[in-house]
């Protein structure tokens, strides 16, 4: 036979400790006051990289990057710093940036060079000629920003870039290189910016995209010196969830404005970058898909099919059915361990503009004129253990005529 346990009375106990609340307490004089000093400490060490090229038409190069941040306890004071190397020492870039949170106003300041290395080679008849182009981009900045509520607030930021530009060429004779004979270049250029936004922002997050609530954010941007125009941005995005899917759309609006906008001086928004509309990336089109055309309103382009991706100001219009396959409890069909998985049928729609080439509103894939692009497809995004998010996806871009579906990914979480 099995005897019952002795009885006990917890209430004894715990009333014992109602009674006596300061019990097993460390005294008065146990506990030291100090003011807090909120020093900065090392936060993080970003991986670093280094590699060494040797040859070709950028000649020995070393490419590297580096980069740490330190932090006070509560998380009021940042200071981040990151170098990067990717070529010579002319193409040594940093940045030194600075935030302050610890008041509603929160502002920084923001140091940077960054440093660019292009080359491209043509061939001669006895000789092969490489050119490079160093551009450096060196600026400093300040920003705030004010927190409305804690979905909404209201940033700004003034600041300075100045690009300097470097030509140089290299002749390859035989086996033979010769040295770098110095090349004219463009004048250097002298930009002073400043920039007003609106954001608000009170979207639920799942584990690869936003699953409910609605972002926006509105932006003016100023710029003035060497070329004078003025950015605006409107970006509205909204998620209706219908448990467990999820309806997300996307409207964008970006366009430069005023006397330089069109400037060549500045690089040309791309309309086919995937995270905008998918299925025209630059990587897919080949030279037989260009059918050259004078009468449209791309003029006597070469390719009118790929120039009409490319303008000053864009629009876009994008609509998915997000479907959590895998997941936990709540937010995914399938409940697993595995990592979360996401499918999203999708369509994308977008047109890009100049200030002198206005959009013609037609879905005729075989005219030269600046007309929308459409395409539909599938996405899938997946969880990379908290680390990224891996998206792969096959759109079936609706301008393209003869060409079927193209395969992409990115690395980031959903839109």
Sequence with gaps: ?????????????????????????????????????????????????????????????????????????????????????????????????????????????????????????????????????????????????????QSSRIELSAGYQRYSYALERTSLTGSVTGGAVPLDAPSPLGLGTASIAYVADDASMGYTSPFAGTRFRLEASPTIGSLNYQSYLADFRRYTYLRPFTLAVRGIHYGRYGHDSDSDRIGSIFLGDPTLVRGYAYDTFDASECAPDAGGSLGSSSCPQFDRLLGSRVGVLNAELRIPLLGSRGLGIIETVFPPLEIAPFIDAGVAWTGSSAPVWSLDANTADRTPVVSTGVTSRLNLFGFAVLEIYHAWPRMRPGRGGVWGFTLQPGW
């Design 1 to 149: 036979a099995i005897l019952p346990g002795a009885a006990t009375d917890d209430r004894r106990v715990v009333g014992a400790y109602v009674r006596d609340w300061a019990f097993g307490m460390p005294g008065d004089t146990a506990v030291q006051h100090a003011p807090y000093r909120g020093g900065l400490r090392l936060a993080y060490i970003g991986p670093p990289s280094l590699g060494v090229g040797v040859g070709g038409p950028f000649g020995t190069t070393v490419q590297g990057a580096a980069s740490v941040a330190f932090t006070d306890l509560l998380g009021d004071h940042f200071l981040g710093v990151a170098m990067q190397a990717s070529g010579t020492v002319r193409d040594i870039g940093g940045q030194v940036l600075y935030i302050n949170s610890a008041r509603r106003w929160t502002w920084g300041v923001n140091l940077e060079r960054a440093a660019y290395l292009y080359g491209y080679g043509s061939i001669n008849q006895n000789s092969i000629d490489y050119v490079l182009a160093h551009i450096a981009v060196t600026g400093a900045s300040f920003l705030t920003q004010y927190a409305r509520s």
